[in-house]
Antibody
Framework: EVHLVESGGGLVQPGGSLRLSCAAS????????MAWVRQAPGKGLEWVAN????????YYVDSVKGRFTISRDNAKNSLYLQMNTLRAEDTAVYYC????????WGQGTLVTVSS | EIVLTQSPATLSLSPGERATLSCRAS???????LAWYQQKPGQAPRLLIS???IRATGIPDRFSGSGSGTDFTLTISRLEPEDFAVYYC?????????FGGGTKVEIK
């Protein structure tokens, strides 16, 4: 059974940083593109970033380019999202996800950016 | 960027009725890389359809996807009580991947 478990969310002040982690199990991590998807309170889904199987390619939504960095450690079956210069509009539940037509989602971790 | 516009924003129907949800893309979605998701409050989304019309594992056959190019449709043939939720379309043909704004299917 596939498991994606996010951690690292919390309350942070505007301009601050957070690093989200996602521990993956139940599938061959090195064979999967991975992604972060977020959902602001009461709003729709937004694709944040994704990363190729070997980490050689990454893509970002324009609103986070230059501030967020997606990475992975295939030896640890883990996905990361380093978030810098956080803004109030980054407040959301962040989901770790596998693939493009996403069958497997984590439970989400809440990031709140507020003073 | 491919912009996806879903309509209507809200659909008010009764159990047993047919639901037709639309997703229109601002440009062609190549290879029909279009997916549909269902989301209930407090839960992660659930994949219903990928490749425009391929039902995901375990999805009942009352859910069907159709369309190509820029116009796609999700049809729920007979609404069950558990189908009242928010539905999103997503294109993964071109970076960045994008989602539509969602259609809420509510009980009339």
């Amino acid at each position: 059974e596939v498991h994606l478990v996010e951690s690292g969310g919390g309350l942070v002040q505007p301009g601050g940083s957070l690093r989200l982690s996602c521990a993956a199990s139940g599938f061959t991590f090195t064979n999967s593109w991975m992604a972060w998807v977020r959902q602001a309170p009461g709003k729709g889904l937004e694709w944040v970033a994704n990363i190729k199987k070997d980490g050689s390619e990454t893509y970002y939504v324009d609103s986070v380019k230059g501030r967020f960095t997606i990475s992975r450690d295939n030896a640890k079956n883990s996905l990361y999202l380093q978030m810098n210069t956080l803004r109030a509009e980054d407040t959301a539940v962040y989901y770790c996800a596998r693939g493009f037509g996403i069958v497997d989602w984590g439970q989400g971790t809440l990031v709140t950016v507020s003073s | 960027e491919i912009v996806l516009t879903q309509s209507p924003a809200t659909l008010s129907l009764s159990p047993g009725e047919r639901a037709t949800l639309s997703c229109r893309a601002s440009q062609n979605v190549l290879s029909n890389f279009l997916a549909w998701y269902q989301q209930k409050p407090g839960q992660a989304p659930r994949l219903l359809i990928s490749g425009a019309f391929i039902r995901a594992t375990g999805i009942p056959d009352r859910f069907s996807g159709s369309g190509s190019g820029t116009d796609f449709t999700l049809t729920i043939s007979r609404l069950e009580p558990e189908d009242f939720a928010v539905y999103y379309c997503q294109q993964y043909a071109m970076a960045p991947v994008t989602f539509g704004g969602g259609t809420k299917v509510e009980i009339k």
